[in-house]
Each structure stands twice: as C-alpha cells, then as structure tokens.
T-cell receptor, first 110, second 112 residues
C-alpha cells in the first residue's frame, strides 16, 4: 500500500532564514505530487505540482520554490522566509483525480 | 475559473443527530471527492463519486453525485464526537489539467 511522509512535523523559523520541507511517497512510482498551504482558517492553496522528476509547475508567485530530485521525493524550499509564509504545508500524491495527503508540516515564522 | 461553494460553513450539532452538507458549482464536474480533515492533520479522502446520480456510502457517511453534475451532498448519520473536523468537497478543473479545486470547507462540531 502507498504511504506519504512529511518532515518535519513542526518548525519554528525566524524571518529571513532558509526553509526545506521534505515529502516522500512509498508504494507507487511516478506519482503526480503537490504542495499546498493552508493558512489559519481552512482554504487549501495549491503552491506547486510535479508530474515527473525535475518537472515543477508553480501556481502562485512567491518566495517559495519546489524541486523533485527523485521520483518519489518532493521538496519545498525558501531562501528567506517571510512572516506570511507561516501556515500548514501539505504534500499530496495523486492516483487519477484522487489525491492523498501527508500529515503536514506546521511552520511558524517568527 | 471554476469554484466550489460549500454550505453551511459551520455546523454545531448534538451527538446522535444526522448531518447534511452540500457543495455546488456553476460548472459541470464529472468527479466529486469528499475529504475530512481532523485538527492538525492532513485531509483524508472519504468518498469518491464518478457518475451522475451515484450514491455511495462509507460507514455512516453517504455521498451523492447530483444529477445536474453541478452539486454533491454528504450526509452523516448518528453523529459521534470523532466526526468533528472540516469536510471538504473537491473536483478536477479540466481546464487546468485536472488539478483539484477545493471548496472552502464545512466545519463540524459535535456536542456530546
């Protein structure tokens, strides 16, 4: 069966510091992968998606970037965090239209 | 672009009551997905619907794909405290490669 992992689970970072969040999927190959952010409240904002290694599409221009160095690994990065980057970051993989989410990373920028 | 509107935005009910929520769109969808998000966790897929008029159950949950293809409904029977959370509907945006569009969620609170 497929599983999706995200780490870290929580992170507190100062403004201006770099960021790296990792997502890995097990039990499937060449999945579509997605990064979402969920701010306080509830909306899910799609940040990036990838249909294969090295293929990244950005949905929202911002100071975040994503990379997919391996088939089942998806990384979200920033060189300098802003206060507005705080939120709950969710990674998901897709089987057809069905998306399956990881446990999330709670990021607080101070 | 396509949008999904969920109602109600929040519900406060007594344990044991039935719950009904819906999701509507001005555009046609050929797939409807219902997710539940527990506090501090990622959303979990509850039910997927692929055919207009389809009625699918998952335990105490029942979801229906509206016949017009512009709406979907989720019902929870005999609610229990662990039903607390945010329920999202979602559907693929065919104009954008099938990426999912999510509704804004219905937050359910259950009073024991």
């Amino acid at each position: 069966s497929q599983t999706i992992h995200q780490w870290p689970a929580t992170l507190v970072q100062p403004v201006g510091s770099p960021l790296s969040l990792e997502c890995t999927v097990e039990g499937t190959s060449n999945p579509n992968l997605y990064w979402y952010r969920q701010a306080a409240g509830r909306g899910l904002q799609l940040l990036f998606y990838s249909v294969g290694i090295g293929q990244i599409s950005s949905e929202v221009p911002q100071n975040l970037s994503a990379s997919r160095p391996q088939d089942r690994q998806f990384i979200l990065s920033s060189k300098k965090l802003l206060l507005s980057d705080s939120g709950f970051y969710l990674c998901a993989w897709a089987q057809g239209y069905e998306q399956y989410f990881g446990p999330g990373t709670r990021l607080t920028v101070t | 672009g396509q949008q999904l509107n969920q109602s109600p935005q929040s519900m406060f009910i007594q344990e044991g009551e039935d719950v009904s929520m819906n999701c509507t769109s001005s555009s046609i969808f050929n797939t409807w997905l219902w997710y539940k998000q527990d506090p501090g966790e990622g959303p979990v897929l509850l039910i997927a619907l692929y055919k207009a008029g389809e009625l699918t159950s998952n335990g105490r949950l029942t979801a229906q794909f509206g016949i017009t293809r512009k709406d979907s409904f989720l019902n929870i029977s005999a609610s229990i405290p662990s039903d607390v959370g945010i329920y999202f509907c979602a559907g693929p945006d065919y104009n954008q490669g099938g990426k999912l569009i999510f509704g804004q969620g219905t937050e359910l609170s259950v009073k024991p």
